[in-house]
């Protein structure tokens, strides 16, 4: 499983070896960090969108074409089925 929020960590914390241009790589390579995490917080965002608001959340992840680890990464826990019976029906 990928783990998104360490990924992001580990670029964050990528060795610098430019010596010659070392500021501007290291304001770029933050930059790239702060979009990512900016990405994937928008990205957690309409996943729970499509959550509360989809008659079949994993039509919406499938057509989107969402990986499995990405899915788990950004909150889906697995479709559940709530079944209940009527007090004196028949089963």
Known sequence: MVDYAD???RLREWPR???????SVDE???QAADAVEELFKAAKSMHTWIFLNSGDEQEAYDECHLSDELNVALGYGGSCEIRYERVGEDK
């Not at 070896?17 to 500021?23: L, T």
């Open 7 to 9: 990924l992001i960590k």
């Open 28 to 30: 770029l390579h933050d």
């Open 17 to 23: 070896v430019c010596v010659e241009y070392k500021d």
